[in-house]
């Protein structure tokens, strides 16, 4: 479910008329619904009751601390790739003993720093990173908890920049090659193997990816857990979302429809990998960020002109791919309301933002109602790899976020002072 719904021909987020935040904030502007993250979390931590279990929610997907509070609240781990993302988890109040480590690119300080936090585990990509982690954890005198990033060679039918678990990727270890790494890991003094992992990718609707992937991985979790004593397996995160019509998954009779269709929902994931994940008799890690957060948020920005052309008419708004890069980036689609709920003609439009670049747009060709100067427009499920990857791009500022429980709501993120882009910058001596 989300909770954003047309009240009174309003969009409200919750209790909260989005107008009223744009009002008091400005755009281009985030609002995340509160009751939606826990709504999300909630859901899967349901269906996994049956396991042993921990979400460490994949923070890459939103790290705002008020995000992360929210979900570090309801007992949340977390899933973190660089030592910036861990000193995150303690700014948010979350606790680095529930947090894994992956990434294929950890650097001597993000390992040490992880050791002294007290990390659950690092989930290893090569075994140069398990040579290093074994030096730093001896020279901090420390047992560094470890586990194997399985790649198990299952393509998980998704875009072709998110699929994580083939041997295309960078990701994990060959699945030809992970009982060797284990046993020449397991004669090293400062590592203790504590468990195995997998991501296959991201944005997955089917579980039928994550049934072949973990049908098989499960014999050799089960045959090294016995050689070596794990703790947990982890099946990482990539559970999907609908981001078309977004809106339409407001409501309970949304997942029914949903399942029907055959598109996943927690229920239908546990239903089929919980008969497979019991019997290995491990605790079981799920590494989720856009399911949780990807239809908690949505971006706001306002119309500054409409423009025609020959072939188009382009819809000018205040909001650019510097705030949100998925359509650029990936073709993403997002979609489009105006918060002024308009049921008249509509208009093919391209909505486009200031950035200098073609790959500058929200949506090409799309039936849109028609819009001026001064309206505004909600883009859907923007709340996973949305502000994240903001840049400063063209000297824009990055967006204030809001965060809203039912009536009340606060800003989680100030609107970046033009200033504060060209801070770090010096102009030498030579040039003054
Ligand atoms: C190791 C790992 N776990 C979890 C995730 C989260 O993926 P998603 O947001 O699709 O759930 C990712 C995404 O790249 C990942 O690489």
Same mark, same amino acid.
């Given at each position: 479910?989300?909770?954003?719904?047309?009240?009174?021909?309003?969009?409200?987020?919750?209790?909260?008329?989005?107008?009223?935040?744009?009002?008091?904030?400005?755009?281009?502007?985030?609002?995340?619904?509160?009751?939606?993250?826990?709504?999300?979390?909630?859901?899967?931590?349901?269906?996994?009751?049956?396991?042993?279990?921990?979400?460490?929610?994949?923070?890459?997907?939103?790290?705002?601390?008020?995000?992360?509070?929210?979900?570090?609240?309801?007992?949340?781990?977390?899933?973190?790739?660089?030592?910036?993302?861990?000193?995150?988890?303690?700014?948010?109040?979350?606790?680095?003993?529930?947090?894994?480590?992956?990434?294929?690119?950890?650097?001597?300080?993000?390992?040490?720093?992880?050791?002294?936090?007290?990390?659950?585990?690092?989930?290893?990509?090569?075994?140069?990173?398990?040579?290093?982690?074994?030096?730093?954890?001896?020279?901090?005198?420390?047992?560094?908890?470890?586990?194997?990033?399985?790649?198990?060679?299952?393509?998980?039918?998704?875009?072709?920049?998110?699929?994580?678990?083939?041997?295309?990727?960078?990701?994990?270890?060959?699945?030809?090659?992970?009982?060797?790494?284990?046993?020449?890991?397991?004669?090293?003094?400062?590592?203790?193997?504590?468990?195995?992992?997998?991501?296959?990718?991201?944005?997955?609707?089917?579980?039928?990816?994550?049934?072949?992937?973990?049908?098989?991985?499960?014999?050799?979790?089960?045959?090294?857990?016995?050689?070596?004593?794990? #703790?947990?397996?982890?099946? /990482?995160? =990539?559970?999907?979302?609908?981001?078309?019509? +977004?809106? *339409?998954? @407001? %409501?309970?009779?949304?997942?029914?429809?949903?399942?029907?269709?055959?598109?996943?929902?927690?229920?239908?994931?546990?239903?089929?990998?919980?008969?497979?994940?019991?019997?290995?008799?491990?605790?079981?890690?799920?590494?989720?960020?856009?399911?949780?957060?990807?239809?908690?948020?949505?971006?706001?920005?306002?119309?500054?002109?409409?423009?025609?052309?020959?072939?188009?008419?382009?819809?000018?708004?205040?909001?650019?791919?510097?705030?949100?890069?998925?359509?650029?980036?990936?073709?993403?689609?997002?979609?489009?309301?105006?918060?002024?709920?308009?049921?008249?003609?509509?208009?093919?439009?391209?909505?486009?933002?200031?950035?200098?670049?073609?790959?500058?747009?929200?949506?090409?060709?799309? #039936?849109?109602?028609?819009? /001026?100067? =001064?309206?505004?427009?909600?883009?859907?499920? +923007?709340? *996973?790899? @949305? %502000?994240?990857?903001?840049?400063?791009?063209?000297?824009?500022?990055?967006?204030?976020?809001?965060?809203?429980?039912?009536?009340?709501?606060?800003?989680?993120?100030?609107?970046?002072?033009?200033?504060?882009?060209?801070?770090?910058?010096?102009?030498?001596?030579?040039?003054?």
């Amino acid at each position: 479910m989300h909770s954003f719904r047309y009240v009174r021909g309003k969009l409200f987020c919750e209790g909260v008329a989005v107008e009223s935040l744009v009002k008091k904030f400005g755009t281009p502007l985030y609002v995340y619904s509160q009751e939606t993250l826990t709504d999300h979390y909630s859901k899967l931590d349901q269906a996994l009751a049956p396991l042993d279990h921990m979400i460490c929610y994949a923070m890459k997907a939103n790290s705002n601390l008020g995000v992360m509070r929210t979900l570090a609240n309801l007992g949340s781990g977390f899933d973190v790739v660089s030592g910036g993302e861990l000193q995150r988890v303690i700014a948010a109040g979350g606790n680095p003993k529930k947090c894994v480590f992956a990434g294929v690119g950890k650097t001597e300080e993000e390992i040490e720093f992880a050791l002294r936090k007290g990390i659950y585990s690092f989930n290893v990509e090569s075994e140069p990173e398990i040579a290093r982690i074994n030096r730093v954890a001896a020279r901090l005198k420390k047992i560094a908890p470890i586990a194997v990033r399985v790649n198990p060679n299952i393509d998980a039918h998704t875009h072709a920049k998110i699929t994580t678990g083939t041997y295309e990727n960078k990701f994990g270890i060959q699945f030809e090659h992970v009982e060797g790494v284990y046993a020449r890991a397991s004669k090293l003094k400062n590592i203790k193997l504590h468990g195995l992992q997998m991501h296959i990718g991201s944005q997955l609707t089917q579980v039928t990816p994550y049934e072949l992937a973990v049908k098989k991985v499960a014999p050799m979790v089960k045959t090294l857990a016995a050689r070596y004593g794990f #703790e947990f397996f982890s099946i /990482g995160g =990539g559970l999907g979302i609908v981001y078309k019509p +977004a809106l *339409a998954s @407001g %409501s309970a009779a949304w997942w029914k429809s949903s399942e029907a269709k055959g598109i996943m929902t927690p229920a239908t994931y546990a239903e089929k990998l919980v008969p497979l994940l019991q019997p290995i008799g491990l605790r079981i890690l799920v590494e989720p960020g856009r399911f949780i957060v990807g239809n908690a948020g949505i971006f706001v920005t306002r119309v500054e002109y409409v423009k025609k052309t020959g072939k188009k008419n382009f819809v000018i708004v205040d909001g650019a791919m510097n705030d949100l890069i998925r359509p650029a980036f990936y073709d993403s689609y997002h979609e489009i309301l105006s918060l002024s709920e308009k049921k008249g003609a509509t208009i093919s439009s391209d909505v486009v933002g200031g950035v200098c670049e073609s790959s500058d747009f929200f949506c090409k060709d799309r #039936e849109l109602p028609k819009v /001026g100067d =001064g309206d505004y427009l909600a883009l859907l499920s +923007a709340g *996973a790899y @949305g %502000s994240v990857m903001g840049s400063n791009y063209n000297s824009r500022a990055l967006a204030a976020e809001v965060l809203v429980n039912k009536t009340k709501f606060a800003a989680v993120r100030e609107r970046e002072k033009l200033e504060r882009i060209w801070e770090h910058e010096k102009i030498p001596a030579w040039l003054k």
